[in-house]
Nanobody
Framework: QVQLVESGGGLVQPGGSLRLSCAAS????????MDWYRQAPGKQRELVAT????????YYGDSVAGRFTISRDNAKNTLYLQMNSLKPDDTAVYYC?????????WGQGTQVTVSS
């Protein structure tokens, strides 16, 4: 079992920045990839970014490429999402997930609201 706890969400004005964190605990040794997803009201959950745990290879969705940066701190077992140049369309609940032994684990989510 892997436990994931997100933090860092909140209200920000358009053009602003936020950094989300996701702390992983439990049986994390088999973990090989972590992701950030988001889900806006009335929309399907969308993959935002992924990172492989060992070598740090990354992938970004088209809607966030160039504005968001995913990173991880292996020593702290923590995943991050630096979000810059935020837009109202980025408003959503953001979830982190971890892949380990063919199981995908999810955090509880953190709300990000971009509004003036």
């Amino acid at each position: 079992q892997v436990q994931l706890v997100e933090s860092g969400g909140g209200l920000v004005q358009p053009g602003g920045s936020l950094r989300l964190s996701c702390a992983a605990s439990g049986n994390i040794f088999p973990m090989f990839r972590m992701d950030w997803y988001r889900q806006a009201p009335g929309k399907q959950r969308e993959l935002v970014a992924t990172i492989t745990w060992r070598d740090g290879s990354t992938y970004y969705g088209d809607s966030v490429a160039g504005r968001f940066t995913i990173s991880r701190d292996n020593a702290k077992n923590t995943l991050y999402l630096q979000m810059n140049s935020l837009k109202p369309d980025d408003t959503a609940v953001y979830y982190c997930s971890a892949h380990a032994l063919s199981v995908q684990y999810w955090g509880q989510g953190t709300q990000v609201t971009v509004s003036s």
